[in-house]
Nanobody, 122 residues
Framework: QVQLVESGGGLVQAGGSLRLSCAAS????????MAWFRQAPGKEREFVAR????????VYADSVKGRFTVSKDNAKNTVFLQMNSLKPEDTAVYYC???????????????WGQGTQVTVSS
């Protein structure tokens, strides 16, 4: 079992940047496929980005492609989400998640962090 703890959220103006971190414990992240999801008020939790255990290009939702970058540091057992050119519509609680499946589907992810709030002001 793996435990995930997100950090790095906050309030930023439109056009600004934030870097989210997801620290894992209990198991090493190189055995899992890792992803970021987000949930805005009144909306369902949606896929943002994922990075796989195998060597492969990360996958992004169309809404963040070209602005967000997902990466991981296996030595630190941590996954990152670099968010640039932030927009007010990026405001949400951002969650880190882990699975052994190759999937963007929320229901395929077994382990979740508690989330970190990102607020983008206009």
């Amino acid at each position: 079992q793996v435990q995930l703890v997100e950090s790095g959220g906050g309030l930023v103006q439109a056009g600004g940047s934030l870097r989210l971190s997801c620290a894992a414990s209990g198991r090493t992240i190189d055995t899992y496929n890792m992803a970021w999801f987000r949930q805005a008020p009144g909306k369902e939790r949606e896929f943002v980005a994922r990075i796989l255990t195998i060597v492969a290009s990360p996958v992004y939702a169309d809404s963040v492609k070209g602005r967000f970058t997902v990466s991981k540091d296996n030595a630190k057992n941590t996954v990152f989400l670099q968010m640039n050119s932030l927009k007010p519509e990026d405001t949400a609680v951002y969650y880190c998640a882990a699975t052994v499946k190759f999937s963007n589907r929320r229901d395929d992810y077994f382990y979740w962090g508690q989330g970190t709030q990102v607020t983008v002001s206009s």
